[in-house]
């Protein structure tokens, strides 16, 4: 059993000069941990030479409360409160000696909580991530996990309007959600731009959406998109008698501006919006407290996050980031499809789907979820599976990702062979038919394709969908994928 | 080209697919009554999309957990309102949900008008939008 090294508070513990952070309190193997800390994993690959409990210690003490050197300002404060403690190192399996790659050990640090300031995720961010991982004495980082305690969640507005409003509002249950982006991503003028939206909603989709980086350009302003736009989910919703949507993307160089376009779409009147990820955390959650207030759903694309949740030794996992932004208070976000053309295995994308619908999430390392999490009754996230997918594929989507999804079909509506309508015509009655099967009990992960083609007789844009894209895959191998594999025990 | 006729209501799950028969609407109740959730009968002869709140045939049936003994229900809607939209929706009461789980339409009318689109021009370019039912033209009992 590991042994804490702290040197005791006192006079050898404030002499100037250096010593390992492992003694100046960041390592605590028997630290209790309390229901109000705030807990992170992080995954570590230390230099070579610095052995993993003094790499943990460090990663805690430069999150907290440390600097590289003994300070004695340190006695101004309840400094053994405030420093975060490591309390477990564990080898990553797999790795080290005898393996391809380099040890990894994963770090679990805990976090008192009067280090952070209630709904700021900016703030939570600053003290956990903000300083780490340049650090040298650690060649790669990557923030794992974390668990917020209720304590915390509860200061968060949380998803202004969650699954089960979102569902209300729409008056759609018991299926996923379906949507398609715009195609092209650039270049269509306003009036064109609503065409596409008309088409697809009137064939069936129950949203369509801007791209990520649909703003306000040269070739369509943004004033003009949202009124096209309206006329085309107005039109769509007399012609099939449902509730329909277009996510307008209100993304812009300043909050002020951003909330001027929101304010728009309201006058519209528009159910929903959509920012990007990398307006940044504050003005997510400004945009999230303003869609509570108005009535809106509010979309999240993940732009951006690919450039560090990708790599498994570096960066952050993007579970961390569904956790943030549940917290922040988004009502949708892209977190995967596994069987189209962006990356995702179907273990890690799962765990992301959990942490965004779960009213309570158990340890499940095989999904990469490390802590036990209990949501304190904040909404829930709706996943949205974007980016690659058709048809073809609904008895793999359904069975990998559930019901409460938007599955979006972009080029698998607007690449239709017969038409954008013809498109969505397909893929609706491709989930309808599923659906149904599903309930009755068939066994859709064997039996999909042929309740595919026995609706295809009677569905023509169903058939012709089906033909177009029925050798389309995206076999790859994943770049992040479980450490953890569930393995059958001998019952004791 | 092949679109959507826009001749039907497209609410509920399985609008895009030939009306259910018994059978299919038996497999479904089993569905709900296996998680456990309780089936409920409405019937309306408003069927705008923001019309939320159609006529409830009998309250939510808690405590039936008989198959034939929902589908007996809906036909027995179907057979007073023979030419009204009726759906079969589930409740689920567990927490985290505490809502409608299912929503599928049993029956239609007949003929279904639809909607006209009204468009009342603003200030500037803004148009305010009115989904406007025609059989509501009709008062109640005499729509469809």
């Given at each position: 059993m590991a042994k804490s090294?702290?040197?005791?508070?006192?006079?050898?513990?404030?002499?100037?000069?250096?010593?390992?952070?492992?003694?100046?309190?960041?390592?605590?193997?028997?630290?209790?941990?309390?229901?109000?800390?705030?807990?992170?994993?992080?995954?570590?690959?230390?230099?070579?030479?610095?052995?993993?409990?003094?790499?943990?210690?460090?990663?805690?003490?430069?999150?907290?409360?440390?600097?590289?050197?003994?300070?004695?300002?340190?006695?101004?404060?309840?400094?053994?409160?405030?420093?975060?403690?490591?309390?477990?190192?564990?080898?990553?399996?797999?790795?080290?000696?005898g393996t391809k790659t380099e040890a990894q050990y994963f770090a679990y640090i805990a976090y008192e909580l009067d280090l952070f300031e209630g709904g700021s995720i900016a703030n939570l961010t600053a003290s956990i991530i903000g300083n780490v991982f340049g650090m040298k004495a650690v060649k790669a980082l990557r923030l794992e996990d974390m668990r917020i305690p209720v304590a915390y969640l509860k200061t968060f507005q949380g998803p202004a309007t969650g699954v089960i409003v979102e569902r209300e509002r729409m008056d759609k249950f018991g299926r996923p959600l379906l949507g398609a982006t715009t195609k092209p991503k650039l270049g269509l003028s306003g009036r064109n731009y609503g065409r596409v939206v008309y088409e697809a909603l009137k064939g069936g989709l129950d949203f369509m959406k801007d791209d990520e980086n649909i703003n306000s350009q040269p070739f369509m302003h943004w004033r003009d998109r949202f009124l096209y736009c309206m006329d085309a989910v107005n039109k769509a919703s007399a012609a099939t008698g449902e509730v329909k949507g277009h996510y307008m993307n209100v993304t812009a160089g300043t909050v002020e501006e951003m909330i001027a376009r929101a304010e728009f779409a309201k006058s519209l009147g528009s159910i929903i919006i959509m920012i990007d990820l990398v307006i940044g955390y504050s003005a997510i959650q400004s945009m999230a407290v303003w869609a509570r207030k108005n009535d809106m759903i509010l979309h999240l694309h993940r732009a951006g996050n690919s450039t560090y949740s990708r790599q498994k030794n570096h960066g952050m996992s993007f579970r961390v980031i569904c956790k943030w932004m549940r917290m922040a208070g988004v009502d949708h976000i892209h977190a995967g499809t596994v069987v189209g053309k962006l990356e995702g295995d179907p273990l890690m994308i799962r765990g992301y789907y959990d942490t965004l619908l779960d009213t309570h999430t158990n340890v499940q390392l095989e999904k990469g979820l490390f802590f036990e999490q209990d949501w304190a009754g904040l909404n829930k996230v709706m996943p949205v599976a974007s980016g690659g997918i058709h048809a073809g594929q609904m008895h793999q989507l359904l069975t990998y990702l559930g019901d409460d999804v938007v599955l979006q079909f972009g080029g698998g509506t607007i690449g239709h062979p017969d038409g954008i309508q013809a498109g969505a015509v397909a893929n609706r009655t491709a989930l309808e038919v599923m659906i149904l099967a599903r309930n009755e009990g068939r066994d859709i992960w064997n039996e999909g394709p042929k309740i595919l083609q026995e609706a295809a007789k009677w569905c023509g844009p169903l058939k012709a969908g089906l033909e177009t894209w029925k050798d389309v895959s995206f076999n790859y191998e994943s770049t992040d994928s479980p450490d953890f594999v569930p393995s059958t025990t001998a019952s004791a | 080209m092949m679109t959507n006729l826009g001749n039907r209501v497209t609410q509920g799950q399985f609008s895009f697919l030939p009306d259910l028969t018994d059978a299919q609407i038996t497999a479904q109740i089993k569905y709900a009554l296996g998680k456990g959730w309780a089936?409920?009968?409405?019937?309306?002869?408003?069927?705008?999309?923001?019309?939320?709140?159609?006529?409830?045939?009998?309250?939510?049936?808690f405590d039936l957990k008989d198959p034939a003994g929902i589908l007996m229900e809906v036909n027995n809607c179907r057979k007073t309102f023979p030419n009204h939209y009726i759906r079969v929706i589930a409740f689920?009461?567990?927490?985290?949900?505490?809502?409608?789980?299912?929503?599928?339409?049993?029956?239609?009318?007949?003929?279904?008008?639809?909607?006209?689109?009204?468009?009342?021009?603003?200030?500037?370019?803004?148009?305010?939008?009115?989904?406007?039912?025609?059989?509501?033209?009709k008062p109640e009992a005499e729509r469809y």
């Open positions: 090294e702290t040197m005791k508070e006192g006079k050898e513990r404030y002499k100037s000069g250096v010593i390992p952070y492992k003694k100046m309190g960041y390592w605590e193997p028997d630290y209790k941990i309390k229901d109000t800390d705030v807990l992170a994993m992080f995954r570590m690959t230390p230099q070579a030479g610095v052995e993993p409990e003094e790499c943990a210690a460090a990663v805690a003490g430069e999150s907290s409360t440390a600097t590289w050197t003994v300070v004695w300002t340190d006695r101004l404060t309840a400094c053994e409160m405030y420093r975060a403690k490591a309390y477990r190192v564990d080898l990553v399996p797999n790795t080290g000696p | 089936l409920s009968v409405e019937y309306t002869d408003d069927p705008h999309p923001r019309n939320t709140y159609w006529e409830m045939f009998g309250n939510p049936m689920s009461a567990v927490r985290g949900i505490e809502s409608v789980t299912m929503s599928y339409i049993v029956n239609r009318p007949k003929k279904e008008p639809g909607f006209g689109l009204v468009r009342q021009e603003g200030e500037g370019r803004m148009i305010r939008y009115t989904i406007h039912s025609y059989a509501t033209d």
